[in-house]
Nanobody, 124 residues
Framework: QVHLVESGGGLVQAGGSLRLSCAAT?????????VAWFRQAPGKERDFIAA???????SFADSVKGRFTISRDNAKNTLYLQMNNLKPEDTAIYYC?????????????????WGQGTQVTVST
């Protein structure tokens, strides 16, 4: 069982930066999970943004490559998403998710554990 809580969202101007955090409590070694960030804008599907597995291997959606960075601190049971050069189209609720696998996938239904989400709004 994994409980995830996101924080760090807010309102930022286009071109600005935010860092999201996802604190995890887990009955097993958090470092063994693959963890990811997704986002969902109003009226749209939940989209994959980035993932990181137990070895630190990362993957990103094309829309955020070069702007977003995903990292984890297993000692603190925390996942991060550094978002730079934010654009209005990045506005969404951001969710962290975890799956008990070494493989990162982009399909939301493949992740068993989810946080409650944090709102990110990018103004023009």
């Amino acid at each position: 069982q994994v409980h995830l809580v996101e924080s760090g969202g807010g309102l930022v101007q286009a071109g600005g930066s935010l860092r999201l955090s996802c604190a995890a409590t887990s009955g097993r070694n958090f470092g063994s999970y693959t963890v990811a960030w997704f986002r969902q804008a109003p009226g749209k599907e939940r989209d994959f943004i980035a993932a990181i597995n137990f070895s630190g291997s990362t993957s990103f959606a094309d829309s955020v490559k070069g702007r977003f960075t995903i990292s984890r601190d297993n000692a603190k049971n925390t996942l991060y998403l550094q978002m730079n050069n934010l654009k209005p189209e990045d506005t969404a609720i951001y969710y962290c998710a975890a799956r008990a696998s070494t493989f990162a996938v982009i399909t939301p239904t493949m992740y068993l554990y989810w946080g409650q989400g944090t709102q990110v709004t990018v103004s023009t």
